[in-house]
């Protein structure tokens, strides 16, 4: 359950693309098709607006968009790796946002949340008289909503990034 909440929130969706082509052509392929990482200005080098880039082997694929001038944390990234089953070449892997750190992020987010809402529930038992004392549990919620709302407002913004990476993808290994 824990799971599929992390991959709701933070957007992993499982994908699988099948080659046409066998593993050293599409290694080989993928490659030429995305750039290398420059430190992102790549879209200065490339004098493009938009451009995939992004490390290719066959036991490890990661790919993301940057774009020029722009950086954005929770922008999706695909990760994944080749895999042979018999004569088929299949790139399984899963566009995660956030680099992947989203989980760690959100796990910080909810940990510092039920403090606040451990400390603020002690203060109450304790027998405080204090009455806007029992407006501050629910104050625990929001730094979790504040939270989705913005991992929800990066993934929104780089909504595109997603197609011009499967636009890649599917360039490099179909015919």
Known sequence: ML???????CGNEPLAFESDFSLPESVRRLTAEVKP??????????????????K????????????????????PVFV?????????????????????????????VVAMSLLFIGGSLFELVKGS????????PFGGVLPVLFFLGINRLGRWLSSGDED????????ALLK
Do not use: Y
């Not at 799971?3 to 929130?9: A, G, K, W």
């Not at 290719?56 to 968009?65: A, D, K, N, Q, R």
């Open 3 to 9: 799971r599929s909440l992390i991959d709701f929130v």
């Open 56 to 75: 290719v082997t066959e036991e490890h694929v990661s790919l993301w968009c940057e774009r020029l001038f722009i950086r954005n944390g929770f922008r």
């Open 129 to 136: 008289k204090d009455s806007a004392l029992w407006l501050m």
């Open 164 to 171: 011009w990476i499967l636009a890649a993808i599917r360039c």
């Open 80 to 108: 994944g790796r080749f895999q042979t089953f018999g004569n088929r070449v299949i790139l399984i892997g899963k566009m995660v946002g956030q680099n992947g750190l989203a989980p760690l992020f959100l796990g910080v």
């Open 37 to 54: 990482p420059l430190l992102g200005f790549r879209p200065l080098v490339s004098l493009t607006a938009s451009v995939v880039v992004g």
